[in-house]
Protein backbone atom coordinates (compact mmCIF):
# COMPACT_ATOMS: atom_id res chain seq x y z
CA UNK A 1 0.00 0.00 0.00
CA UNK A 2 1.04 3.01 -0.92
CA UNK A 3 2.10 5.92 1.76
CA UNK A 4 0.25 9.44 1.07
CA UNK A 5 2.45 12.58 2.39
CA UNK A 6 0.75 15.91 2.09
CA UNK A 7 2.97 18.98 1.34
CA UNK A 8 4.47 20.68 4.45
CA UNK A 9 2.70 23.93 5.57
CA UNK A 10 4.49 26.07 8.20
CA UNK A 11 1.59 28.42 8.51
CA UNK A 12 -0.07 25.02 9.72
CA UNK A 13 2.60 25.80 12.78
CA UNK A 14 2.26 29.21 13.45
CA UNK A 15 -0.52 29.63 16.32
CA UNK A 16 1.06 31.72 18.84
CA UNK A 17 3.64 34.30 19.29
CA UNK A 18 6.55 32.43 20.44
CA UNK A 19 6.25 30.12 17.07
CA UNK A 20 5.64 33.00 15.15
CA UNK A 21 9.19 35.07 16.92
CA UNK A 22 10.78 31.72 16.62
CA UNK A 23 9.85 30.80 12.80
CA UNK A 24 11.10 34.62 11.97
CA UNK A 25 13.98 34.41 13.74
CA UNK A 26 14.92 31.04 12.23
CA UNK A 27 14.92 32.93 9.19
CA UNK A 28 16.87 35.83 9.75
CA UNK A 29 19.58 33.72 10.83
CA UNK A 30 19.87 32.03 7.81
CA UNK A 31 20.56 35.50 5.58
CA UNK A 32 18.50 34.67 2.74
CA UNK A 33 16.04 37.16 1.40
CA UNK A 34 13.41 35.10 -0.39
CA UNK A 35 13.31 32.54 2.44
CA UNK A 36 12.37 35.36 4.83
CA UNK A 37 9.82 37.11 2.42
CA UNK A 38 8.19 33.45 1.75
CA UNK A 39 8.13 33.12 5.65
CA UNK A 40 6.59 36.48 6.21
CA UNK A 41 4.13 34.95 4.01
CA UNK A 42 3.87 32.02 5.88
CA UNK A 43 3.33 33.97 8.80
CA UNK A 44 0.18 36.37 7.38
CA UNK A 45 -1.13 33.27 5.74
CA UNK A 46 -1.59 31.62 9.49
CA UNK A 47 -2.49 34.97 10.87
CA UNK A 48 -5.48 35.03 8.20
CA UNK A 49 -4.37 37.40 4.62
CA UNK A 50 -7.85 39.13 4.76
CA UNK A 51 -6.87 40.29 8.49
CA UNK A 52 -3.34 41.70 7.82
CA UNK A 53 -4.55 42.85 4.72
CA UNK A 54 -7.32 45.16 6.59
CA UNK A 55 -4.97 46.20 9.35
CA UNK A 56 -1.72 46.74 6.86
CA UNK A 57 -3.99 48.97 4.45
CA UNK A 58 -2.79 46.85 1.71
CA UNK A 59 -4.80 44.75 -1.00
CA UNK A 60 -4.93 41.03 0.31
CA UNK A 61 -4.07 39.80 -3.56
CA UNK A 62 -1.04 42.12 -3.42
CA UNK A 63 -0.17 40.42 -0.18
CA UNK A 64 -0.09 37.17 -1.91
CA UNK A 65 1.77 38.49 -4.90
CA UNK A 66 4.38 40.35 -2.63
CA UNK A 67 5.39 37.27 -0.67
CA UNK A 68 5.19 35.01 -3.43
CA UNK A 69 8.32 33.46 -4.28
CA UNK A 70 10.94 35.59 -6.12
CA UNK A 71 8.91 38.88 -5.71
CA UNK A 72 10.58 41.79 -4.44
CA UNK A 73 8.38 44.07 -2.59
CA UNK A 74 9.14 47.36 -1.11
CA UNK A 75 10.45 47.52 2.26
CA UNK A 76 7.53 49.70 3.33
CA UNK A 77 5.26 46.83 2.34
CA UNK A 78 7.34 44.44 4.70
CA UNK A 79 7.59 46.54 7.48
CA UNK A 80 3.68 47.12 7.59
CA UNK A 81 2.93 43.93 7.37
CA UNK A 82 5.24 42.94 10.28
CA UNK A 83 3.70 45.74 11.99
CA UNK A 84 0.06 44.00 11.42
CA UNK A 85 1.71 41.02 12.94
CA UNK A 86 2.90 42.34 15.77
CA UNK A 87 6.19 41.73 15.28
CA UNK A 88 9.63 44.26 15.73
CA UNK A 89 12.93 43.65 13.77
CA UNK A 90 15.65 44.25 16.56
CA UNK A 91 19.26 44.15 16.05
CA UNK A 92 21.41 42.92 17.71
CA UNK A 93 25.63 42.51 17.55
CA UNK A 94 27.44 39.65 15.67
CA UNK A 95 28.18 36.58 17.50
CA UNK A 96 31.54 36.07 18.25
Known amino acids: MAEKISKFDASDYLTNEASIAEYLNALLEEGDQDLLLSGIGDIAKARGMSRIA ?43
Not at 69 to 89: E, I
Open 54 to 96: EQSGLGRESLYKAFAQGAKPRFDTVMRVLHSLGVDLVATPHRA
